[in-house]
């Protein structure tokens, strides 16, 4: 293992980071809510009566995110998508469901549910970047 | 009134959360799967990126351990203890698999969907089929691995 030092960017990570954090905490404070996006999308696949409409506003949020990056930072986010129409379509099926049945993503269990300290949270954390670990290790360094 | 107010709200912090995920670089699919890469050309941002997430949130539910209800009303919603169990791992594993497939969790893809790219449109589908297919089956899934 060697450190891409070019590619290793500490200072926009840990400012994103700590804005994630701000997100997360607004969100508890203000709504009440773990700032879990697999649990919010999730919710908009089977709508409830009086359950959408807040789900529905933070994905608009979050999808028009891009827009307002380059309006008010002049920031273009950079993504490189390598993955093929085959990977893309079975990663999102695992990703989806995996999520669904693990309550919960990186945000949700990787961000709040460690700064909840909920040992849970450490497990399924610990489990996802294991398997994307040796996932990746599978991919790119035996097949 | 306050009610739209809420929704602004929630708007307003999908932008943040947004942001928070374009100026980490975890929009960014080659640098999470770079991330993930132990064995290749290693960038480890993607620590400090939930270290300083967490750092936050930590004393955000420090200040909130306490709260019943929330600012704009309501009753604060406290995950439930449930206990771990195989549902909770199988499933973070399958979801972690995905992650290691296409560099993609929910909250980029969105994102990425916001930018406009075709690839994410593809998996943001495919992640809603799944979340979908889950909710049809998960209760029989479950009972059929009691």
């Known amino acids: 293992m060697h450190i891409d030092w070019a590619a290793f960017t500490p200072i926009p990570a840990l400012l994103g980071g700590i804005i994630l954090g701000l997100a997360v905490a607004l969100y508890i404070h203000l709504h009440g809510r773990i ?3 697999s649990g919010i999308i999730g919710g908009l696949t089977k709508p409830q009566a009086g359950d959408w409409a807040w789900r529905l506003s933070f994905t608009l949020g979050l999808l028009s995110s891009p827009f307002w990056a380059g309006l008010f930072f002049d920031l273009q986010a950079i993504q490189i998508i390598d993955a093929g129409w085959g990977a893309l379509i079975i990663a999102g099926l695992l990703v989806g469901f995996g999520a669904s049945y693990g309550s919960g993503c990186t945000s949700g269990h990787g961000i709040c549910g460690l700064s909840r300290l909920s040992f849970r949270s450490l ?4 489990t996802f970047m294991g398997a994307g670990f040796i996932t990746v290790f599978l991919l790119r360094h035996v097949f | 009134m306050k ?8 708007f307003a912090i999908g932008v943040i959360f947004g942001l ?9 699919p080659q640098k999470i799967l770079q991330f993930l890469d132990l064995a290749g050309s290693w960038d480890p941002s993607l620590i400090f990126v939930m270290l300083g ?5 930590l004393a955000a539910f ?3 351990r306490k709260r019943t209800e929330a600012w704009f009303g309501g009753l604060v919603e406290w995950p439930k203890s449930s206990p771990i169990d195989r549902h909770l791992v199988i499933g973070s594993l399958l979801f972690g698999i995905g992650w290691g497939v296409a560099g993609f969790c929910p909250g980029p893809a969105i994102v990425a969907l916001g930018s406009g790219h075709v690839k ?5 589908c495919m992640m809603l089929i799944g979340m ?3 909710q049809q089956l998960g209760s029989q899934i479950k009972n059929r691995l009691h």
């Open chain 1, 35 to 37: 700032l879990g996006v």
């Open chain 1, 123 to 126: 497990v399924a954390t610990l």
């Open chain 2, 3 to 10: 009610r739209s107010f809420a929704l602004l709200s929630q």
């Open chain 2, 53 to 57: 997430g967490i750092l936050v949130s």
């Open chain 2, 20 to 28: 928070g995920l374009i100026i980490s670089g975890m929009t960014n």
């Open chain 2, 120 to 124: 994410a449109l593809v998996f943001t």
């Open chain 2, 62 to 64: 420090y200040l909130a």
């Open chain 2, 132 to 134: 979908l297919i889950y």
